[in-house]
Structures are given as C-alpha cells and as structure tokens.
C-alpha cells in the first residue's frame, strides 16, 4: 500500500448490517407468513433464500439507463417470492412494513462510539434511496462527511460505480482506504475487485466462501476499526 505510515486515510462505511440492524423482525415476519400460506410448505431457509437470490439478480440487473430504485425492486422481488410460493399477500403493504422499519432503524449498541473516535474522513457507501437513507440518518442522529447512495450513482454494490465515486469525492486510491461492511457478495467482492482493503463485519462467524479473495480483516462489530487503527 502507498505511504503505509498514513493508512488508511479514509474509511468507506456500509450503513445497513455494518452501522445499524439490517433485517430485523419485518422480514422474519414476512417470511414466517408466507411459511404458513404456502401450499407447498416450504421452509423459513428456503424462502429467505429464494428471496435474497431474487432482490440479489434484481440488483445486478439495475445499473445506468435500467437502474431502478430500491424500493421499486424490493417490492418486484417480494411479488415473485409470493408468486414463485403461491401466497395471495399484498406485496405494496410488505414493502412498505420493512421500510417502516429501514427508514427508522436499530443503531448496534458499539457503532457510535467507534465512530466517535474514528478521527477519520468517513464516507457512506449504501445500496439504498436517497430518502429512505435520509430519513434513517435522522431518525439516528448520525451524520457522515460524504454519503454516496445506490440511487445516487444509478448502481449497486458489488459494481464499482459507487466505489469509484467514493474515492474521487476523497481524492485518494483505492489503497489509502478501509472500506467496511457485512456483506461479503456487495461489500468483500466489491471492494476487493477494485484493489481497496476490506474490513468484513462477521457478527455469526460466517465461512468465507472458496472461491473469494479473503477479506483483509475481520471483526464480529464495528470496533474493529479501532483495532485496525491503533495497530497501524
């Protein structure tokens, strides 16, 4: 890495899973309700599954001239899960139920004090709406010196667009950052692919898959920054 005396310099951040609670209950319950509507039975894993692969393709699917806002495609996504299940539930009242919840989220217990002391530029790199982010910043009281979005760039991680972005708002290389984050397809693959060092947040130990480039560090919170920190 350049000028290793002063990395990094900057810390990119993930919001949702990294910062505050991602999932929560609304989705445990939507999952639960379509388990019990099914006629085919299926499982808690199979339909949480199923779910994450379609808003994943949704995702990658949805850059420049066909981006599509967040909402637009969790909705799409949550009709197919209902469909694919044969469930009969309003899609447009599920969606809106989770970003009750997205737009006023759980902050984990250790993030603002670990940002407190951070004393680095940080910047926000989240796949959400610009509005949907607002309102959660708000309604946490955070507040971050640059804020990248997904709607903002017209993409989502894993895509570089939103990296790139980061770094040309710092006017620093990929190897002067730490980017931070909890999901290894969007944020280790993302990150990793465009040379910027990886701090994963693996609350529940999670394995790394085989056939990925290891993140650079690992921590179970967001504390680990500080580890990093103190160590460099």
Not at 26 to 54: D, F, G, H, N, Q
Not at 150 to 174: D, T, V
Not at 178 to 188: A, R
Request: glycine share 6%; proline share 6%; with cysteine.
């Amino acid at each position: 890495m350049s000028n290793k005396a002063k990395w990094p310099r900057a810390v990119l951040l993930d919001f949702y899973g990294t910062v505050v609670e991602e999932t929560g209950e609304p989705i445990a319950r939507v999952c639960r309700e379509i388990v019990r509507l099914s006629p085919k039975s299926p499982t808690m894993e199979e339909v949480s599954s199923y779910w994450v692969r379609v808003f994943g393709e949704a995702c990658r699917n949805s850059h420049g001239d066909s981006f599509q806002c967040e909402r637009v495609l969790e909705q799409a996504s949550i009709q197919e899960v209902l469909t694919h299940f044969n469930v009969d539930l309003d899609s447009a009242s599920l969606t809106q139920m989770m970003y009750d919840y997205w737009t006023r989220p759980m902050i984990f217990p250790e993030s603002r004090s670990a940002l407190a002391v951070c004393g680095l530029p940080v910047c926000l790199v989240s796949n959400v709406d610009d509005a949907d982010l607002a309102s959660a910043l708000n309604y946490t009281g955070l507040s971050f010196d640059m804020i990248i979005t997904s709607e903002g760039c017209r993409a989502y991680k894993p895509r570089p667009e939103m990296f790139e972005k980061a770094l040309s708002l710092l006017g620093i290389s990929g190897d002067e950052v730490l980017h931070v984050g909890d999901s290894f397809s969007c944020d280790v693959r993302g990150a990793k692919a465009l040379g910027i060092p990886v701090l994963w947040i693996n609350p529940k130990g999670k394995a790394v898959p085989e056939d990925s480039q290891k993140p650079d560090y690992v921590s179970t919170d967001l504390t680990g920054i500080l580890d990093i920190l103190n160590s460099s």
